[in-house]
């Protein structure tokens, strides 16, 4: 059990280039969001999905795209990256049912825009 | 929109010292969840409270969810050194997935 697989780990893009971020878990839970990680700002939540097929807008969707194919897959794109863009990129899937609500999180991807 | 907030921003114990990070939401929340984040690691769910006036316990770690359901809190009792890292608490509006996290505690405890 990997658990939640981010890639890549460490990412430098120029200004206006597009790229995605992967992320997969292998413990068939429906529910993946994924999150930025600012200094001093928290987690904030880009888009989610709550099964395959079914995606929706976060805090702070703006610039990202995302889909959800398959359960195991939720990749997150970059459309044309932008210095505000520069961050830490979190992955988190949860299951639908059970005891264990909580989020289980990547182990992040940090992003620099140049 | 739902707004959650944390404080305080930054505390520093004395090792043995107990420590309390508060958690107010601008609207009534059906769940909260609280998570610890190492430095330089990724946030890991600690415990999820539903019921108003719920106080749960893991150790030396007390959390509670207020009776209006737009407060918590989470107090350590005695830290250790293992303790350090940022505390926070999210959480979720009505039926709805969006779990909004708050900015997060800092913890540092001095040995």
């Known amino acids: 059990n990997a658990g939640v697989t981010q890639t890549p780990k460490f990412q430098v893009l120029k200004t206006g280039q597009s790229m995605t971020l992967q992320c997969a878990q292998d413990?068939?839970?429906?529910?993946m969001s994924w999150y930025r990680q600012d200094p001093g700002m928290g987690l904030r939540l880009i888009h989610y999905?709550?099964?395959?097929?079914?995606?929706d807008q976060g805090e702070v969707p703006n610039g990202y795209n995302v889909s959800r194919s398959t359960t195991e897959d939720f990749p997150l794109r970059l459309l044309s990256a932008a210095p505000s863009q520069t961050s830490v990129y979190f992955c988190?899937?949860?299951?639908?049912?059970?005891?264990?609500?909580?989020?289980?999180f990547g182990s992040g991807t940090r992003l620099t825009v140049v | 929109g739902q707004q959650v907030m944390q404080i305080p921003q930054y505390q520093h114990v004395q090792e043995g010292e107990d420590f309390t990070t508060y958690c107010n939401s601008s609207?009534?929340?059906?769940?909260i969840q609280w998570y610890k984040q190492r430095p330089g690691g990724h946030p890991v769910f600690l415990i999820q409270?539903?019921?108003?006036?719920e106080v749960k316990k893991q150790k030396r770690l007390t959390f509670q969810f207020g009776e209006a359901k737009k407060n918590s809190s989470l107090h350590i009792t005695a830290t250790q050194t293992t303790d350090v890292g940022t505390y926070f608490c999210?959480?979720?509006?009505?039926?709805?997935?969006?779990?909004?996290f708050g900015k997060g505690t800092k913890l540092t405890v001095n040995p």
């Open positions: 988190a899937s949860r299951p639908d049912r059970g005891p264990n609500y909580g989020y289980t």
């Open positions: 409270l539903v019921k108003s006036g």
């Open positions: 413990m068939n839970h429906e529910y």
């Open positions: 609207t009534t929340l059906s769940n």
């Open positions: 999905s709550v099964g395959a097929g079914i995606t």
């Open positions: 999210a959480g979720r509006q009505g039926g709805s997935e969006k779990l909004v």
